[in-house]
């Protein structure tokens, strides 16, 4: 027997900054490039046998000249497959970013930033996927306008933002996941080692997108006694990964791949609070808000219904669905619905 974990990881990054300030205004600027890595091996046990389909060493299934019995020589060398273990994988991920800040008088704040991100998850014409953001702040509290509520309402900024940003859904691959049994099949005095397509190729694979607009408003008042934030935000989501069915003539029930577009939409409110404060002892107070109301812009689906991964365009995710109620059927105690304008209703013929 013999346990043998490896586990390698790197990052390496580089990026070049600029500051400098020339009279009212200031201007800060980035660009960079990240690389990251990491793989990990392991083999738990060792056994004897050569499987041809595989490449690895397992035990084999030997005929029955002792009459023990198939059922029973096939459970015993499942509990000793049982003991082994393999577990090879490795990803890669490359990234280039750039920003640039412009501040002025410190009233006025413009933002905007560049990043594309690579990974070894997704297919070779996909693995790359350029983002961008930008944004403004307007410090309401540094203008001369301010100063006669300065004593209460001492801090105020308005804020909005918007750009791109994605993620990887690891529950998917592009490649085609193969998972050996630790059990055989005997056909026709044939032994063979059985195992199951655990995830289909998927070329196309490629990043959730998510596009953001957010407007907030960030207060302090009786010197930041009192503090909170509104933002108000709009979320577009492409490309979600979902399980989809599939027709069971292709070897398979269900595929995982980029089918839905859902949007976000919503409000949120924070406020903290610090009611007593002295030298020895304070006490904080936090409360907040918030309200979201999605829906399926999108479903690509091969064919589905309403009850599988309970998603339908044009409704939120996770939707209860229900005919209109009408009453209950007096001889069946059933209850009843309302019939759709478009329903057909066809009774059994012999």
């Known amino acids: ?33 990240e690389f990251r890595g990491s793989k990990s091996d392991g083999l738990y046990s060792k056994r004897y046998g050569y499987d041809e389909i595989t490449g690895n060493a397992i035990t084999p299934l030997p005929d029955d000249p002792t009459g023990v019995g198939y059922e029973k020589l096939k459970a015993y060398l499942a509990a000793i497959d049982g003991s082994n273990g393999e577990t090879w994988s490795e990803q890669r991920f490359v990234s280039f970013y750039a920003s640039a800040d412009y501040y002025y008088k410190n009233k006025y704040v413009l933002n905007v930033s560049f990043r594309t991100d690579g990974s070894s998850n997704f297919g070779s014409d996909k693995q790359f996927n350029p983002n961008w953001a930008a944004g403004a702040a307007w410090n309401v509290s540094e203008e001369d306008f301010h100063g006669f509520a300065e004593t209460v309402l001492n801090r105020l900024t308005l804020r909005i933002a918007t750009g791109f940003t994605g993620n990887i859904n690891r529950s998917v691959s592009p490649q085609m996941i193969i998972s050996y049994y630790d059990d055989y099949r005997n056909i026709s005095n044939n032994i063979y080692h059985i195992g199951k397509v655990v995830s289909p190729p998927n070329p196309n694979l490629r990043w959730e997108k998510t596009q953001d607009v957010k407007v907030a408003l960030d207060f302090g008042m009786f010197n930041d006694r009192l503090t909170g934030i509104v933002e108000g935000y709009y979320r577009k989501s492409k490309d979600i990964v979902t399980g989809v069915q599939v027709l069971s003539s292709t070897g398979f029930t269900q595929q995982k791949y980029n089918t839905a577009n859902i949007d976000n939409k919503g409000i949120e409110a924070t406020l903290n609070g610090t009611p007593v404060k002295t030298k020895d002892f304070s006490l904080s107070l936090s409360a907040n808000i918030a309200y979201n109301k999605n829906k399926v812009t999108k479903y690509k689906a091969s064919y589905s219904s309403m009850g599988y991964n309970n998603l339908w365009e ?36 012999t």
């Not at 059927?329 to 304008?341: A, F, K, N, S």
């Open 1 to 33: 027997m013999q346990r043998n974990v490896d586990n390698e990881s790197y990052m390496v990054r580089g990026h070049f900054a600029y500051d400098d300030s020339f009279g009212d205004h200031s201007v800060s600027l980035i660009a960079g490039a």
């Open 314 to 349: 044009g409704y939120p995710v996770d939707a209860i669905y229900s005919g209109r109620y009408t009453g209950i059927d007096p001889e069946t105690g059933l209850y009843t619905y309302q019939l759709r304008p478009d329903a057909e209703i066809h009774t059994a013929t």
